[in-house]
């Protein structure tokens, strides 16, 4: 081998590698990961921050900050600031879908399930910005928010209706009925979570796929479709969340209402 | 014919399969719902905003179906633990 054509194989491989280094830099995933859990930034022992804890913690700091921010200054006045517009119509709407689901007051269940829906809803639509992996196409962030609402069922329904209440709904129909609806608690919640992380997930990986067959216009379609997805998906994880809690809590309710129909109808 | 190529081969047809036979309930699933929503929503468009809310949450839960083995395959071809296992016994 001439020495001429060894510095160009040389360079040839210092530019490939320097292309992969780079496209690893821009792309942050590498199309065989199918998690940002996978990608490191930083590791002291068995300590490691992965992209789904940096972009976790910016997504919540970004709307700490920024309801901070805006709420620090409120007018009850009729002039007020766009972001204070904003915030009340997103506050207004979220209040007016959860009374339309529950039937009930929101109030008590504004704090939960306006939170998921609107952490959800930021860390989604975030994806538009390079670099930036969704914290919910990894399956730890969505198993999380999951267990959220498999824990906020009961402790809403134990406080709505009390323990035996509560309790006695699992044996509903009939006491035959408790293996199933123990196991129906659990798949639901399985559910939410694989839901939630297969939307995100195949959004991401459609686009990365793309971007090897077809990369100039099909990946923008596909990115603007996963973006579309997940504000749906966002809508759907709190409005499952809020039907959950609902039917834990709404049941003794109806009952009082049937006895007071029929207690009408007698007198 | 060794097991790595059993496994390899194994994963990738099992994969496709998976989200081939996979897609076609909810497909049609969600084919019926959408003809049945546009169909009321002609008849009453008054309630159209109610009616496409329900549709999107019903889509919704009509194509987790889908994801669940689209989320299988993607495990079958990327992260199979199968695969990783002989992989590593031939390596080490």
Redesign the interface.
């Known amino acids: 081998m001439g020495f001429i054509e060894f510095i160009e194989l040389a360079i040839g491989f210092e530019l490939s590698a320097l292309v992969r280094r780079r496209k690893n830099r821009m792309d942050l995933m590498d199309m065989?990961?199918?998690s940002p859990d996978q990608v490191i930034f930083w590791q002291w022992g068995p300590v490691s921050i992965n992209a789904t804890i940096t972009f976790t913690w910016l997504v919540m700091a970004l709307m700490v900050i920024g309801s901070w921010l805006i709420t620090r200054r409120l007018s009850a006045d009729v002039r007020l600031s766009r972001w204070q517009n904003l915030l009340e119509v997103v506050v207004d709407g979220i209040r007016k879908e959860i009374r339309e689901i529950s039937q009930q007051e929101p109030d008590a269940y504004l704090y939960f399930v306006g939170t998921l829906f609107l952490f959800i809803l930021i860390s989604n639509i975030l994806s538009i910005i390079p670099g930036y992996v969704a914290p919910t196409s990894s399956l730890s962030t969505t198993a999380g928010l999951a267990v959220c609402v498999f824990a906020a069922v009961p402790v809403y329904g134990i406080l709505r209706r009390g323990l035996r209440g509560y309790l006695r709904q699992y044996i509903k129909p009939t006491p035959f009925m408790l293996p199933f609806n123990i196991i129906g608690e659990l798949s639901r919640t399985l559910?939410l979570a694989?839901?939630l992380?297969?939307?995100m997930?195949?959004g991401t990986?459609i686009v990365a796929i793309l971007l090897a067959i077809t990369p100039l216009i099909f990946p923008i379609v596909m990115h603007a479709l996963g973006l579309l997805t997940g504000v749906?998906?966002a809508?759907?994880f709190a409005?499952?969340a809020m039907v959950y809690i609902a039917s834990a809590t709404r049941i003794q309710e109806q009952k009082k209402d049937n006895q007071e129909e029929e207690k009408g109808e007698d007198s | 014919m060794d097991s790595i190529s059993l496994i390899g081969m194994a994963s990738v047809i099992t994969a496709g399969l998976t989200i081939g036979i996979g897609a076609i309930g909810p497909a049609l699933g969600e084919g019926r719902s959408v003809a049945q929503a546009l169909s009321s929503m002609a008849q009453q468009p008054d309630e159209a905003n109610r009616i496409t809310r329900t549709l999107?949450?019903g889509l919704?839960?009509i194509?987790?179906t889908a994801?669940?083995a689209?989320?299988v395959s993607?495990?079958l071809l990327?992260?199979n633990p199968f695969w990783d296992h002989v992989v590593s016994k031939a390596g080490g």
């Open positions: 065989k990961d199918i559910a694989v839901r992380f297969g939307n997930m195949s990986k749906i998906q809508y759907i409005v499952l | 999107f949450v919704a839960m194509e987790s994801i669940y689209f989320v993607m495990i990327f992260a």
